[in-house]
């Protein structure tokens, strides 16, 4: 079976530093997409990256951007220049190629920039 | 645009009583549908999920049902609600055909409290 695991519950940063949070996943799979996830107080889940596996490259948005270790089965999201907007929950994600849609969720790193 | 609408935002009901949870979105066609729910602000479990009206997929066994009675609407009921299923419901979609399908929008959520 599938498992995403996010081992950090918690992190915390200072406002403009740059933050890194963990994600490790595990599959027999080839082919999958991995997303990170926000959910700010608002809980409203709004996607801010993804990765599609067969892509080597590592997927950047602005500040965001990932690390993606294929081989070790990694994917970790990094926020560079934190704001105060980027508190949140970050939840990892995985989906196999052909399951379309159903992903499978880490249980989320809950993410704090202090002023 | 697309967009997707969620309600109630807030429910609070007792044990025994019914429930329905809707979801409408616009803006597509032939969407992919979801139901997720999230305990205690952790990670999120899918529920079930639609490919098209009447065709339904559970995930989990559980007391809830859902039901599309037609393209862009999602429901999800119980006749008698537990205890346990308290916590904070998702709908979301996505498109209908690969690899779009795997790329997810959710709603703003419904938060379900049992007494």
């Known amino acids: 079976a599938q498992t995403v695991t996010q081992s950090q519950p918690e992190m915390s940063v200072q406002e403009a530093e740059t933050v890194t949070l963990s994600c490790t996943y595990d599959?027999?799979?080839?082919?999958?997409?991995l997303f990170w996830y926000k959910q700010p107080p608002s809980r409203q889940m709004i996607l801010v990256i993804r990765?599609?596996?067969?892509?080597?490259q590592n997927a950047t948005e602005n500040r965001f951007s990932v690390n993606f270790q294929k081989a070790a089965k990694s994917f970790s999201l990094k926020i560079s220049d934190s704001q105060l907007g980027d508190t949140a929950m970050y939840f990892c994600?995985?989906?196999?190629?052909?399951?379309?849609?159903?992903?499978?969720f880490g249980q989320g790193t809950e993410l704090s920039v202090k002023p | 645009s697309q967009t997707i609408h969620q309600w109630p935002a807030t429910l609070v009901q007792p044990v025994g009583s019914p429930l329905s949870l809707e979801c409408t979105v616009e803006?597509?066609?032939?969407?992919?549908l979801y139901w997720y729910r999230q305990a205690a602000g952790r990670g999120l479990q899918l529920l079930f999920y639609?490919?098209?009206?009447?065709?339904i997929s559970s995930e989990v066994p559980q007391n809830l049902s859902a039901s599309r009675p037609q393209d862009r609407q999602f429901i999800l009921s119980s006749k008698k609600l537990l205890l346990s299923d308290s916590g904070f419901y998702l709908c979301?979609?996505?498109?209908?055909?690969?690899?779009?399908?795997?790329?997810?929008?959710f709603g703003a959520g419904s938060r379900l409290t049992v007494l």
């Open positions: 979301a979609w996505s498109v209908g055909q690969l690899p779009g399908a795997n790329v997810l929008t």
């Open positions: 599959t027999s799979e080839s082919n999958y997409y």
């Open positions: 990765q599609e596996a067969y892509k080597q």
């Open positions: 994600a995985f989906v196999s190629y052909n399951q379309g849609g159903k992903l499978i």
């Open positions: 803006g597509t066609s032939n969407p992919n």
């Open positions: 639609s490919i098209g009206i009447d065709q």
